[in-house]
């Protein structure tokens, strides 16, 4: 509870404390004191009495003198409740008369052996009047010969020290108030805005808003720590164009290795129709040779000719379709790497624009036994970057082949194009392995792969993520679970201009 409370809170709630503890322990002592000092008041006023009354007995030995003493002594202080003269053996006077010649306690002529004066507070007696009864002995010659008691009401001493403490409560709460008003203000000035200021700072920063130097005019200690941290945004500062060149390098080198890749694809996918066209054109010139040695011998046949002409029409359909082939790839390859090297708005149709994606990826697709298909109404267009496009469907299907799947696996990739409102709508999905919450929610950050060892920089996501936020103005979504496959939502902008 307490740590949810703000710095300024808890040193209040602490000085509070300390204060109402160090009060408390005032009051204690104080009306300690002031009741050690009714007792010794009390005390001196017996001893006095004491004294007179054991003179006056010790001269005259007469009872009724004690007795008009006691009384006179009644009569002029109202808290005296009432006074006793005890003999060794019984009561010799009293203000109440019905106690003389009652017994004397033993037990109280042993204690007033010990003690010179025995002090007893009655604060639950019957009649609800707090009362303290004193015991001083009556000496002759140095000897005990009895005891005098005094029993007084002891009210407007309790009254007295009540209000004293009272007294002390107020005053103690008026300057703890006034004290935590003033430590209030000092700490608001001194300290909580101070660091409000840091703290606003700090913010800025983090949303990457322009850095103005903090300057404070408060304590030692807080102007060090705004110079500390204006020296610590400064080095950020530095450090973070450093990376964003750094970055932007890498980014450049990771898109011209995927050109690298491409170009590889185009040769690898063109030999095939070109080595086909090849070998069918060497095979016609083999057969053209045989067929016109033939003519000039005179040896040649109908069926010869018949066998010759067949040959020709079907080697030519052969060359013919191996070269219409060769030039699809070849437009494909070129549309592609046209559009990732220039960077540059377009109209073009996007379910169609992704086959011819796809088309460059065939070199790295063949060589597993996935599939991947393309699924969504015919002739969205839209005007876009298609480089972007090109560049994002080829990392999303190389994180697919890389981290979804296992050597031999047989998987089935999506690629669903939809229109929703103003918006174009890419739907990737893969059914291999998914992924762990943790790693999902770090897929697009710079330099995080989970396959390290193997060669992975961690761009690959992280470039996908800049292409659909920045080059394309939309919004990438990561959904995946652990052997539930992943999916990701691509929200893109249809940029009628």
Not at 233 to 243: A, I, S
Not at 367 to 391: E, L, W
Request: hydrophobic share 40%; glycine share 6%.
């Amino acid at each position: 509870m307490l740590r949810k409370l703000s710095l300024q809170s808890r040193i209040l709630i602490l000085v509070t404390v300390v204060t109402s503890i160090m009060m408390s322990v005032i009051v204690t002592f104080d009306s300690y004191s002031l009741q050690k000092s009714v007792e010794e008041t009390y005390v001196s006023q017996l001893d006095g009495m004491t004294t007179a009354i054991n003179g006056r007995y010790e001269e005259s030995r007469d009872i009724e003198d004690v007795q008009l003493i006691f009384d006179y002594i009644q009569y002029k202080n109202p808290n005296v409740l009432e006074m006793t003269l005890y003999g060794l053996n019984e009561v010799l006077a009293s203000t109440e008369r019905e106690r003389i010649g009652g017994p004397t306690l033993s037990t109280m002529m042993n204690d007033l052996e010990l003690n010179e004066t025995i002090v007893s507070h009655l604060r639950n007696d019957k009649d609800g009047i707090p009362k303290v009864r004193l015991n001083a002995p009556l000496k002759e010659d140095g000897a005990t010969i009895g005891a005098i008691e005094l029993l007084l009401n002891t009210s407007d001493s309790k009254a007295l020290i009540r209000d004293r403490i009272q007294f002390i409560i107020i005053v103690g709460v008026s300057i703890t108030v006034l004290l935590l008003i003033t430590l209030w203000f000092i700490i608001r000035k001194m300290l909580i805005r101070p660091l409000l200021k840091i703290r606003e700072a700090a913010i800025a920063v983090k949303r990457g808003s322009a850095y103005k130097e903090i300057a404070l005019n408060s304590g030692q200690e807080i102007n060090e720590v705004a110079s500390a941290f204006n020296e610590m945004v400064g080095n950020l500062e530095g450090r973070y164009l450093e990376l964003q060149q750094a970055q932007k390098q890498l980014v450049e080198s990771e898109k011209m290795v995927a050109l690298g890749n491409l170009v590889a694809g185009v040769s690898h996918e063109i030999n095939t129709p070109i080595g086909i066209g090849v070998t069918a054109v060497s095979y016609m010139d083999e057969k053209s040779k045989e067929f016109q040695i033939l003519y000039q011998d005179n040896k040649m046949k109908r069926s010869d000719l018949d066998d010759y002409l067949r040959t020709i029409s079907e080697t030519t359909g052969m060359i013919q379709t191996n070269l219409l082939r060769a030039s699809e790839l070849i437009k494909s390859f070129k549309q592609v790497a046209v559009d990732r090297s220039l960077e540059t708005k377009r109209r073009f149709e996007v379910k169609e624009y992704i086959r011819e994606v796809l088309i460059s990826l065939q070199p790295n697709l063949k060589k597993t036994k996935h599939q991947v298909t393309v699924i969504g109404a015919d002739g969205v267009q839209i005007n876009s970057d298609p480089g972007a496009i090109s560049q994002i469907i080829t990392n999303l299907i190389m994180n697919s082949l890389i981290h979804a799947y296992d050597a031999e696996a047989e998987g089935k990739i999506s690629i669903a194009v939809s229109l929703r409102y103003s918006d174009l709508i890419i739907h990737y999905f893969d059914d291999g392995k998914g992924m762990p919450k943790d790693v999902a929610e770090q897929i697009f950050n710079p330099f995080f792969t989970t396959n390290r060892s193997g060669g992975g920089t961690g761009l690959g996501m992280h470039i996908v993520y800049n292409l659909v936020t920045q080059s394309l103005g939309g919004t990438i979504k990561c959904e995946s679970q652990v052997g539930e496959g992943t999916a990701f939502i691509i929200q893109i902008p249809m940029n009628e201009g």
